[in-house]
Structures are given as structure tokens and as C-alpha cells.
């Protein structure tokens, strides 16, 4: 069973950075197209970053130049470096493979934009 366990949350200021990290267990990523969502209460989960199984990137427009996707397909993990973050950052952060090959969902890691 493919298990994805999100990490890297916290209390962050406006303008902070935070590298939130996604293992993955009972599968290896490197095949997959793999992506970033997050969401908000009572709101739709938003994908945010992409990254092919080429290590080609896409960004939501919301986050493009601020956010950065990577895997290291040694520790079967999958990146995102954020920076500048902003309030409307807050939301919970989810990882999963893209469709049509999707994982259940993890629990996911609260990030918090907040002075």
C-alpha cells in the first residue's frame, strides 16, 4: 500500500521561508509525475507545483517565483522550498501522485503565514 507522510510545517512570519518534505513508503516516486496541493478550510485542494517524472516544474500562478518543486529519488521524497511566503499561503499541504495514478491522501502539514 502506497503510504505519503507530509512534513515541514510550522509558524512562519510574512516573507519566511519553510521546506516542506513528502516520503513516500510502499512505492518509489521516480516513475510518477508527482505534485504539491493544499487547501483551505471549506475550499477545493489547489494544486500548486508540479514535477515530471523528467524533473520538469509548473507552478500555480499564485506561487510561481516563490515556490520550488524537487524529488531525490534516493530518499524517495518529494520537495517544496517556499519562500516570500504570504498569508494567503495558510493552508494545509498535501502531496500525491498525479492522476491517474493517485495515492490516498495523507495527513498533510499545516503551514501557518502569520506576523
Known amino acids: 500500500q502506497v503510504r505519503l507522510e507530509e512534513s515541514g510545517g510550522g509558524l512562519v512570519q510574512p516573507g519566511g521561508s519553510l521546506r516542506l518534505s513528502c516520503t513516500a513508503s510502499g512505492t518509489i516516486v521516480s516513475p510518477y509525475n508527482m505534485g504539491w496541493y493544499r487547501q483551505t478550510p471549506g475550499e477545493r485542494r489547489e494544486l500548486v507545483a508540479t514535477?515530471?517524472?523528467?524533473?520538469?516544474?509548473n507552478y500555480a500562478p499564485s506561487v510561481k517565483g516563490r515556490f520550488t518543486i524537487s524529488r531525490d529519488n534516493i530518499k524517495n521524497t518529494v520537495n517544496l522550498q517556499m519562500s516570500a511566503l504570504k498569508p494567503e499561503d495558510t493552508a494545509v499541504y498535501y502531496c500525491n501522485i498525479l492522476p491517474p495514478f493517485r495515492a490516498d491522501w495523507g495527513q498533510g502539514t499545516q503551514v501557518t503565514v502569520s506576523s
Open positions: 514535477i515530471d517524472n523528467s524533473n520538469n516544474t
